[in-house]
Every structure is written in structure tokens, then in C-alpha cells.
């Protein structure tokens, strides 16, 4: 099976496809004539439940050894990381493929995308995380200004214990009930703190839309630019975010954050309990 899916990589000539039939997706097959082409055009079928196993024995007399599409992806992703071939992973959400890769690349190190590009490994330089470095470098630039110069700092001086809120992805703004929801928890937390919310241009549209009421201790603020972002969140009792580079940023600055997601690709800022 292996040396069938190295002559596909090698011969490069055209896609090819690899079904992992099971007993559910058979009966899927049945149903969606896109899926039922995948099925009868791919170039390898793999008896992945041992419900086909069964099947293959009683119905026809064949006897087959169960092969799951995941043994498959790791026996590719070990040949990969051997002889340089590239893999693309799609079709999941962006903290899934994010996750994948990390865990692929640190099971099978050969998996690296400047090498897989051609770049020779005496090129290739362990620099460190460039937006942590940035981020710590722009905090010390404003440890050394006043503040006074921010446009936020009246505000900053007047809350002085606040929290400091972003709020932009479609799972938390595009659906009314889940805006709903969120906006209600919200207000009910301002009442014992301030909120300082500087709001998405797409945000702040649905929250017109979908008539969202917001605490008068929410302060809605015009988009800001990195520094006075920075200047507000770094003070902030509590940061509250659906944005994956605020969690990683909080949990470097050692700032609390409240991650308003179900899942994040940055699992770190769960781990230290940021």
C-alpha cells in the first residue's frame, strides 16, 4: 500500500485520492453523489471500519486486514519527514490545522517547511517568537514615555481598574443569540468593573444590526492601533479576547485572560492558566 501511495507522490502527474471507506461513510455514499464520485474515482480505498472487514469476508469471501485512515496519515507523514515531500493540511478550522502541524512537525521533524522548500539547513536560524520579541520591545518603549501622549490615558487614569475586552470572530458576533448571550454576561460583569472595549469595524456593525444593549460601564472605543492597545490591556485587571494573538500576548506579559472561544490554537495560554 505504501509503495502504491510513493508512486503517486512520485509520478506527480496528477492528483490522487486515498477513500477511507467505513460502514458510515458507505452509507453516506448512498446519499451524496459528490461523495459517491470521490468514492468510485479514488485511487486507493482503505477498509478503515471493521464493519467493511466483516462485510468483505461474509458478502464476498475476501479477507481483509483493517487498515485505518490514520495509520495511512502517519505512515505519509513519516515517509514525508524522510525523503522532504510537502503536506498541505485543509479543511478544518484554522486552530485545528494550526495544532495538526504543530503536532506533526514535532512528531516527525523531517516535516519542515523551509527545508521542504529548498532552503539548505545551514540557512535556517532559531530566532525565537518575533511578535513576543516585538511585543516586549514596544512595552519597554512605553515604560519610558509618560502617557500622557496617548489618546486613552484620561480614560486609563479615570477607570484605573478596568477590563480590557476584544470581541471580533464570527463565531462570537455574526450569530444573534450567541451576541445575545455574550453582551448580557458582559453587562452583568461591568456592573462590578469597568469594561474598556475597543471595537472591530465589523463588531461594532452587528452590533447595530442585531440591536445590541450595552452597560453604560462598557466604554466602546474606535479601533486602536498596537501601542495604545498595549497601553490599556498591560494594566488591565482582567483581559477578555476571542483574538488568538492577545491570548498569546497576554500570557507573555503574565496578564490574566479570559479566552471567549471554544477551542484556540494557542493552547499555551490554557496551559499557565492565563
Known sequence: MLASIVEFIEQGDRPHTIFASNPEKNFSVLKDDALYEVFKNADLLLPDGIGVVY??????????KRVTGVQVMEEICRLAGKRKYRIFMYGAKE????????????????????????????????VGNVMIDNLFYQARKIGLRNGSDFSTFELKQRMNDYVFLTLHRPSNVDSEPTFQGI????????????????????TRKMIEQFDIKLSEDIHVLPPLGFMDALFLW????????????????TTAMGAPCLTLRDNTERPITIDNRY
Open 234 to 249: 498591560k494594566d488591565a485587571s482582567l483581559v477578555m479576547t476571542d483574538s488568538g494573538g492577545l491570548q498569546e500576548e
Open 95 to 126: 486552530e485545528v490545522n494550526t495544532a495538526s502541524v504543530d503536532i506533526l512537525t514535532e512528531q516527525f521533524p523531517g516535516i519542515k517547511n523551509l527545508i521542504r522548500e529548498g532552503k539548505s539547513e545551514t540557512c535556517i536560524h532559531l
Open 55 to 64: 462485510a468483505a469476508r461474509l458478502l464476498h469471501g475476501i479477507r481483509l
Open 183 to 202: 453582551a448580557s454576561a458582559l453587562n452583568e460583569i461591568a456592573g462590578e468593573k469597568p469594561i474598556l472595549f475597543p471595537a472591530h469595524p465589523r
